[in-house]
């Protein structure tokens, strides 16, 4: 009899392998406050860049998906204690969130630098309009980071908590600015608005979002976009340590998504600018 079973579930491809973690509902965290690559629409529902990203590879990986919201800082945490399969979320590939998780290869390659309100004394910041790849040229930053020093002298920035914008303020401006950290970027986009930090530190393509409100109007990105680094290789599904046959499978569905050009029709979708691995 159990032969015979074991028969049955191997026909069904229910016995041993991936499709064992495929065969049942596939858990996958993101951050519902992060607008536009994830948010929360009125009715609850969420949405955004990397709900799309996670709904294209779970059609492609033939996953029954179910996407939740989870607060960042207890992202990696819910993962280790298996609450979710994967976090598809806008996750940079680091070194230290390496030594957490397993990744799969970059589907995003992002830039991250300063905002704030035109009639700022940071309107002039330098370096406004270039991008720097920290990993080609270390010492071009660390220039660019002295010049930064006397403007922002005093400032307080803000950023989102325990992300690697956070990182990167730390390692370079700790004793220059003051670095105020918010649980989402609506929050620190009012608390600009509202007069309450002078600056904020995120993603390029968060920015652009924001300012297409018209609340925002007066809002500009200063000094150069950053990559590289302490930004880590990009960003990537993060998977439980030691799951290889997960990372095989996603790898293999990103690749695939980026070669037919689907993650730049979603990029441009939501971000209006293209930002997958191959373009920069």
């Known amino acids: 009899m159990k032969s015979k ?12 392998c991936v499709s064992t973690a495929v065969a049942s509902e596939f858990r996958v965290a993101t951050d519902g406050a992060y ?17 799309d990203v996670a709904k294209e590879l779970c059609k492609r990986l033939n996953y ?3 996407i939740s919201a989870q607060e960042w800082d207890g992202m990696i945490p819910a993962l280790q204690a298996g ?3 994967a976090i598809i979320a806008g996750m940079s590939i680091t070194p230290k969130r390496e030594e957490a998780v397993d990744f799969s290869i970059p589907y995003q390659n992002i830039l991250t630098g300063f905002a704030t309100l035109k009639g700022s004394p940071l309107d002039t910041l330098p370096g406004t309009g270039e991008t720097i ?14 010049q930064w020093k006397p403007q922002l002298k005093g400032m307080t920035i803000g950023v989102q908590t325990s992300t690697i914008g956070v990182a990167f303020l730390e390692k370079y401006l700790k004793d220059t600015i ?9 929050q620190q986009d009012l608390d600009l608005l509202a007069g309450r930090v002078d600056a904020l530190f995120a993603n390029h393509a ?5 300012m297409s409100n018209a609340d925002y109007k007066d809002m500009h990105v200063v000094g150069a976009g950053l990559r590289g680094g302490v930004f880590g290789k990009g960003v990537g599904v993060a998977l439980p340590k030691g799951d290889t046959k997960q990372k095989e499978a996603f790898d293999k569905a990103i690749g695939d998504a980026i070669q037919d050009g689907t993650i730049r029709e979603l990029s441009m979708k939501w971000l209006q600018m293209d930002l ?3 373009a920069n």
């Open 206 to 210: 968060n920015f652009a979002a924001t």
């Open 133 to 146: 790849d920290i990993n080609a040229d270390p010492a071009k930053l660390e220039a660019l980071v002295e």
């Open 64 to 66: 029954t998906c179910t």
């Open 276 to 278: 997958t691995p191959s």
């Open 178 to 186: 003051e670095i105020k950290e918010y649980k989402s970027t609506e």
């Open 83 to 85: 609450k979710y399969d």
């Open 5 to 16: 079973l074991k028969l049955a579930l191997v026909s069904l491809g229910l016995f041993g």
């Open 35 to 51: 607008a536009p690559f994830t948010f929360t629409r009125a009715d609850g529902t969420l949405d955004g860049f990397e709900v």
